[in-house]
């Protein structure tokens, strides 16, 4: 068997497992909080304008939401594939895959800079910008599409990146491409120096600027480092077998970020009905709520390609023991992030904006959101067992009864009897009920394993 691992990358069949989960987790929790950090800081600058420009930037996050979601979805697909060929020894499939990658993410970046472009308007309104909000959503809009075929690159491959054992490629990519971002943001959004002053459509285009140039590290560091993918110009060639084979898990992983983006155009709905403040704090809460939610998603991200290796290797045991300690360990952290978010909420808020109005909204609101955040973690780590072992419709499942069978109906029921507070209890409540929904479905599938398991040694000899 051709092992996963050079002397640069990790084994995730026999490292130990705590060890494992901090190397290949960390890195990437790291780059997720810059980008989290990114997000806050873009939501800072840009609350400088008005409040009516952060919720215009609210708007749009549910279609870039989309965007993004089709980068994740394809690696997480060509990710849980790669890790799986590697722990079977069958390289050349995961080479194949990294090619089309690169082909997948230029055809879906042209066609999402065509929609952007010609069809602004009419998906801006879908997605609940109101009259005010409109013309400020649009010049953010018509601009930011044309990063996405960088974005979905850069997406894409730091899949590949931890597949192949190497969690810290993906660290340098998204914290470089923040940091520019982070830089860019306020020469090009408040015309420092020779930069011309351009409000929020300079904000789209600092982010197109990072993306574009970041994507260079990723080309360097997919195609001339120490990369264990060795490409071929057929490889870029479309290959539909392969392409099957990573929607089979990324499709479902594209269907619940098309239900999140869904579940936050509700949540810019009924919020409009209130005042465009509402809206604002929604953008504040799920920015500032982000940086524990990046967190959450750094591990999961490090345990996908150590269950898909592991369960390709048949090594079933030493995957539930991914899973155990890794669920455990981002509970506790959900649990403590919970407590410093309910203590300090108000500095928090503040550091964002002045404005009474807007603070008298937000603090109950982000209160309320936070209260369970203790179980999203456990949560993750889960979906991801799923995804790890190529069963994305079971993850897409779950999520989904989360998104479309709790969440969006407390969403429109509760405000009936608690007003504006209705709105922010649907996530909680919603958390608590898919929790043991998840919970009960690891537990069936720990037993599914133990049967394979059994099958695989065969009767004991007697």
């Known amino acids: 068997m051709t092992n996963i691992n050079n002397k640069k990358g990790l084994d995730l069949g026999r490292d130990p497992i705590v060890y494992l989960l901090i190397k290949m987790s960390l890195p990437s929790i790291v780059a997720m909080l810059v980008m989290a950090l990114y997000n806050v800081v873009d939501t800072f600058w840009i609350a400088k304008i008005s409040s009516e420009a952060i919720a215009a930037l609210t708007i749009c996050f549910p279609i870039q939401m989309i965007f993004g979601g089709l980068g994740v979805a394809t690696g997480v697909g060509a990710g849980s594939y790669v890790s799986r060929m590697f722990g079977m020894g069958d390289d050349s499939k995961a080479h194949r895959a ?6 997948l993410s230029l055809f879906f970046g042209v066609a999402i800079i065509l929609s952007g472009v010609f069809f602004y308007e009419p998906i801006l309104r879908f997605f609940g910008a109101t009259e005010i909000i409109l013309p400020l959503s649009a010049h953010y809009l018509t601009v930011v599409v044309f990063g996405t075929p960088f974005l979905l690159f850069m997406m894409m491959t ?24 982070t830089v860019l943001d306020p020469f090009l959004i408040f015309g420092w120096g020779p930069f011309p002053e351009m409000g929020i459509k300079g904000a789209a285009l600092a982010t197109v600027i990072s993306q574009f140039v970041v994507i260079f590290l990723s080309i360097y560091f997919l195609l ?68 524990l939610m990046m967190v959450l998603f750094g591990i ?54 002045k404005d009474p109005e807007l603070l008298s909204i937000a603090i109950p609101a982000f209160r309320i959101y936070v209260l369970t955040q203790f179980l999203v973690g456990p949560n993750i780590v889960w979906i991801n067992l799923f995804n790890g072992i190529g069963k994305g419709m079971t993850s897409m499942t779950l999520l989904l009864t989360r998104q479309l069978v709790f969440l969006v ?17 649907a996530q ?25 398991k059994a099958a695989e040694a065969g009767p004991l000899d007697t």
Request: glycine letters at 8%; proline letters at 5%.
């Open 409 to 425: 109906p407390l969403i429109y029921i509760l405000p009936s009897f608690f007003g504006l507070n209705g709105v922010w209890m």
């Open 98 to 103: 990294a090619g089309q990658v690169i082909f």
């Open 428 to 452: 909680p409540i919603a958390n608590v009920l898919v929790f043991f929904i998840i919970l009960s479905w690891t537990q069936r599938e720990f037993r599914i394993l133990e049967q394979q």
């Open 224 to 291: 001339f480092s120490h990369s264990k993918y060795k490409l071929k110009p057929s490889h870029l060639i479309p290959h539909f077998s392969t392409i099957y084979s990573i929607y089979k898990v990324g499709v479902p992983t594209f269907i619940i970020h098309l239900a999140m983006s869904l579940v936050l155009t509700i949540y810019n709905q009924v919020l409009g009905n209130y005042s465009s403040l509402a809206i604002a704090t929604l953008g504040l809460g799920f920015r500032i709520n982000g940086i």
């Open 158 to 181: 730091d899949y590949l990146f931890r597949a192949e054992g190497n969690p810290n490629v993906p660290m340098y990519v998204i914290s470089f491409s923040a940091a520019l971002n």
């Open 300 to 353: 999961g991200h490090g345990v996908m390609p150590m269950v898909g290796f592991n369960y390709g290797a048949r090594n079933y045991e030493r995957l539930k023991e991914i899973i155990r300690v890794s669920s455990r360990f981002s509970a506790i952290l959900g649990g403590i992030s919970c407590l410093l978010i309910e203590v300090f909420t108000y500095p928090l808020l503040s550091i964002f904006t």
